[in-house]
């Protein structure tokens, strides 16, 4: 039996066309390929695992937190290598297309609570590090109600896509619902959109501000009850030696070029 998968194993590994890691892993999400232009990085695929791990709770603090920076490290080398670029915050990009600041949740802090919150609590974590960004969506069918078209998830900053998640069942218990992380090596940040429809890109995409990330949706346990507004869910984290922290980057968003 064990000469049989073997077997099989090797005939999967040896076959013709090269396989990497996430075509090999049968339960992976399927991962777009973009015509002509491959993005593929390994290094990014294995961070969306590791960041996985983290979300699900199976992995210990104490090894997500020094395998952090050490994964990043590696992504903002490659990011280098293949020409990705620096962009200042004076470059950044409001990530809501045809939206700006006031969009944003009017409570005191325009939503932002960053007490109790630990990256590395993955899916239980407390607090709410973000901005909740608004669109007219009355009767919830994740479009516009002025223009009845989806509406453009856009990549604030500069960097790689290091994680995400494709699919989001009806029911399932992830309050991020169908979420992407943007790795920006320039100002070492850790950029998350939340409770999106689609996504449009892949880990190891590399993203300038205002590229198309996705559209906005309701996805996440919360985002997709009733009386949740349609918004996207947006957080910025800095790498203080090597630990993503909350930062509050409201006056970065309403100062960000907005998009049509
Ligand atoms: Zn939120």
Known sequence: MKFLALTLLCTFLCSASPLSAAEAEPDGPAIPQEAGAPTRSPLCIAFNGFNTLIRD???????????LPLRLAG??????????????????VFPVAGYNAGAIDRGGNHGFVSSGYDFFSGNRHGGHPA?????????????????????????????????????????SKLRGGKYLWVYDPANDLL????????????????????????????????????????????????LKN?????????????????MP
């Open 75 to 92: 992504i903002r080398a490659e990011y280098y290598d293949r020409g990705g670029r620096d962009y200042s915050p004076a470059q950044w």
């Open 57 to 67: 709770g199976r992995i210990s603090k104490a090894a997500a937190r020094s395998e």
């Open 131 to 171: 901005y909740d960004i608004f669109i007219h969506d009355r009767n919830q069918d994740s479009r516009d109600d002025r223009s009845g078209k989806a509406v453009g998830v856009l990549s604030m900053t500069g960097g790689t896509v290091v994680a995400l998640e494709t699919e989001w069942p009806q029911g």
């Open 191 to 238: 950029v998350y959109y939340a409770h999106n429809d689609a996504l449009f890109v892949e880990p190891g995409t590399i993203v300038r501000p205002g590229d198309l990330l996705g559209t906005v949706g309701r996805s996440g346990l919360n985002a997709a009850k009733r009386r949740s507004p349609t918004h996207l869910h947006f957080s910025v984290l800095h």
């Open 242 to 258: 090597g630990q993503p922290l909350p930062v509050p980057v409201y006056r970065d968003l309403q100062h960000a070029k907005v």
